[in-house]
């Protein structure tokens, strides 16, 4: 199942919905509403708590951190192929974490996008494989390139088949600084060699590091 981006990066629209390709099992997203304009946690200085605050200054990801299912790993940057359509790290680095780079980084305003494998037929459990056994109230930590780091508290943990998934919640615009985790999820269909859905969870910016 393919969703198509633009050349620069923007969704491709249909009515009332964000369409984009993601090739982690081929899944459906959905999207969220904007709200009022939340504060901005200056670069440069600590932030802690403030209900939708985000962090001012961009910086690529470079490792991603939850304690409640022994993540600790390495993150690159995916992008779009020449057919538009967004491609997860190689299956030869299942221990990886891919960022959407078009989007925001993590902490800064918006959905930040991290995918990962859930497994592999090569070597089994891969880099998300207890995702949807995270909790809401955990915390997902995520160092950044310039030395800061954006820590993220678990809001909700979903499973949706990707037949009936709706598009925007994972891609779309909202007020504050969020992070959206995706791998598969669901019955594995051995006929078609794929899984039927997607675990999702989304986090919000609880903490910030400056650099």
């Known amino acids: 199942m393919k969703f198509l981006v633009r050349p620069d990066g923007r969704w491709r629209g249909l009515p009332a919905l964000f369409i984009i390709a993601l090739v982690v099992a081929g899944v459906w ?8 304009a939340p504060p901005v946690v200056p670069a440069g200085s600590d932030f802690s708590g403030a209900s939708g605050a985000y962090m001012s200054r961009s910086s690529p990801p470079v490792r991603v951190s939850i304690g409640a299912i ?6 690159e940057r995916v992008d779009v192929n020449a057919d538009g359509i967004l491609e997860p790290p190689s299956l030869k680095e299942p221990k990886t974490v891919g960022w959407y780079g078009r989007g925001p980084s993590p902490g800064e305003r918006g959905n930040s996008v991290l995918v990962g494998h859930v497994d592999t037929a090569a070597t089994g459990p891969a880099v998300f494989y207890e995702l949807g056994r995270l909790q809401p109230g955990d915390a997902v930590t995520v160092a950044r390139q310039d030395g800061s780091s954006a820590t993220f508290r678990v809001d909700a943990v979903r499973l949706f088949d990707k037949a009936d998934f709706p598009a925007g919640q994972v891609y779309g615009p909202v007020p504050d600084a969020r992070l959206e985790l995706v791998t598969c999820g669901g019955r594995f269909d051995r006929q078609r060699g794929g899984y039927l859905g997607n675990t999702v969870v989304t986090a919000s910016l609880l903490s910030a590091t400056p650099s």
């Open 70 to 75: 022994a993540v600790d790993a390495p993150v």
């Open 29 to 36: 997203m959905i999207g969220s509403s904007l709200g009022s």
